[in-house]
């Protein structure tokens, strides 16, 4: 009941495109769901977070969709830019603790 | 302010030594947890302490130990190193366990 699952494990998108990282949940505690972009040789990097009263944030670029049904959120990341490859990891957490349980991942590659 | 430390950024060690890892979080962070990343584990929690309590355990041996200082400031202990404790370590810090902000992390290698 502590797993987070996330898809896809890699993602190629062209400069200009659209890119959509998937994750799902089982825990019906969890109350916070941040995404962190972690480039090579650096630690995770918080970019938005998201509780479940609203169903969609936006900051920049980056906006996160969430259904609280499906217990499902996603990342999208309009306008991609090769500065944005790097893996993005979301996660959740229960918002009594800070334990967060991440994503296994998503390698995305934004070309030129 | 400055972000979170972490120090050392490298360290190799060999199979049955000990190591300790030191991080100091954001100024005003009273939340430190601590999180093994491997490429075939991924992200994994360790523990969490908050105003020198360790307040959360992740599901690690007993090897891997920690503790808070007055100061907020935290280590991690890892004795009878293994092979597959070589791994990258980050520590993140928060204020009271919410928002959580991650250093760059500690290299450990073991040989």
């Known amino acids: 009941q502590q797993q987070v699952k996330q898809s896809p494990q890699s993602l190629i998108v062209q400069k200009g495109g659209i890119s959509i990282i998937n994750c799902a949940y089982e825990?019906?505690?969890?109350?916070?769901f941040p995404w962190y972009q972690q480039f090579p040789g650096k630690g995770p990097a918080l970019l938005i977070a998201?509780?479940?009263?609203?169903s969609e944030k936006k900051e920049g670029r980056f906006t996160i969709s969430f259904n609280k049904s499906a217990k499902q959120f996603s990342l999208h990341i309009m306008d991609s830019q090769p500065g944005d490859s790097a893996t993005y990891f979301c996660?959740?957490?229960?918002?009594?603790?800070?334990?967060?349980?991440f994503g296994e991942g998503t390698q995305l590659t934004v070309n030129p | 302010k400055a972000g979170v430390t972490q120090t050392p950024r490298y360290l190799i060690k060999t199979r049955g030594q000990q190591v300790t890892l030191s991080c100091s979080p954001i100024?005003?962070?009273?939340?430190v947890s601590w999180y093994q990343q491997t490429p075939g584990q991924g992200l994994q929690f360790l523990f969490e302490?908050?105003?020198?309590?360790?307040?959360n355990k992740g599901n690690f041996p007993g090897r891997f130990s920690g503790r808070q200082f007055s100061n907020s400031r935290s280590e991690m202990n890892v004795s009878t190193l293994e092979l597959g404790d070589s791994a990258l370590y980050l520590c993140?810090?928060?204020?009271?366990?919410?928002?959580?902000?991650f250093g760059p992390g500690t290299r450990l290698t073991v040989l």
């Open positions: 100024s005003g962070h009273r939340s």
């Open positions: 825990n019906t505690a969890f109350d916070y």
């Open positions: 996660a959740a957490s229960k918002t009594s603790g800070s334990r967060l349980t």
């Open positions: 998201i509780r479940p009263d609203v």
């Open positions: 302490y908050f105003s020198e309590t360790q307040r």
């Open positions: 993140a810090s928060s204020v009271s366990g919410d928002t959580q902000y």
